[in-house]
């Protein structure tokens, strides 16, 4: 996600190219505490330089399908409670395991001023054109005169919001003695407190906290214990509890629970079933995290390289949900039949695979990732890394030609 670290001592390497991943979603690039002495089975032995972890990206891309996937689902699952209990089960963990991914990878994110420039391009300018674009389009195909606020973000832009408030406050909870505990409290506090409002949806940003702030405390060996294979054996009769008890829950659970934006009296519970149930959803959810990166493959698989486009695949799935939502496409009553939901969600399942190959990322880089050179001032430190980067690659280059010509 950031600049990598040169090597120390006296072997030393050139810096690796710059690949840098929208920076809305993390890019798996092993952090540079963790460059000096790679832990086994955290880095592909097949990756140069260690840049990017098989697992991260396949977590990331299978987290981003189960999201096309949920949305999907949403228009057609109050006619099916098999549905319904699946979507309540997704929707436990697949936010969860994207934001404990995204504060892994936030670690070394600091106040220097080219990581502030990649949080601006790569989070906040993505976030402006999207809450723009969102209901310009909801216009357009309906007809409706909706205003534009970047004060109350639209559907999926959130989630942008929520990473530029969490990893801009990333130098606090490094100098915070207990942050998960820290982070905890304020979630409680969140889910008792209504007039937080709905400007920026803080209310998911400050309820979603302690998943961003337990990724910043996790070690590359924590993901190693969920990848044993007793684990994988376990979260087979755990993913089968949970849907028995979501086929339970529908009828006497809200389903807004898990969208984590609203304060329990807003869901009309009394003020102390916030905390608990905060509680209670962060200890499912983790459990059934831990599951899901239990099954996530290691090694490195046909969707491995769309894990770097997860961000395009997040934000631009919601204009084809939203279009079917629009045209009245979920109202058909076959989609509401089992054949029907299967359709849609291997078709969400596509679509969403289909927008974060590196195709569509060349032709939306220019609002996931602008460059915007010309808004920012020249960082003296940064053109010395540049320069400094370009002479050892020369000097690489030169002395392979060498070893050619000899």
Known sequence: MFDAASSPGQNRRPLPPAQPPADGVPGPRTPS??????????????RPGG??????DNAKYLAI????????????KADSRILEAAYTVVYAFHMPAFIIISGFFSRSFDMRPDRLKRL??????????????YPLFKNLVTGSHDDISLLDPWYLTWFLVALFVWRLTTPVWKLVRRPLPVALGIAMLATVSPGIGDDLDLQRVLQFLPYFVLGLCMKPEHFQLVRRRWVRA????VFAAALAFGWWAVPRMATAWFYHRDAAQE?????WCGPVMTLAMMGCSLALTACFFAWVPRRKMWFTALGAGTLYGYLL???LVKFAYYRGWFGHSWLHRPLGEILVTVLAAAAVTVLCTPPVQRVFRFAMEPRMAWAFKQDAAESARE?????EQMGQEEKQRERVSA
């Open 33 to 46: 505490s963790t460059q000096e002495r790679p832990t086994p089975r955290t880095t592909a032995p097949d």
């Open 51 to 56: 840049q990017r972890d098989a697992f991260f």
């Open 65 to 76: 399908a189960l999201v096309a996937m949920g949305h999907a689902w949403e228009p057609l």
């Open 120 to 133: 601006i391009t790569g989070v906040a300018v993505p976030y402006v054109l999207f809450e723009t674009a």
């Open 234 to 237: 376990v979260s087979v009769p």
């Open 267 to 271: 869901l009309g519970a009394p003020w």
């Open 317 to 319: 799935h919601g204009f």
């Open 387 to 391: 320069r400094r980067q370009e002479q």
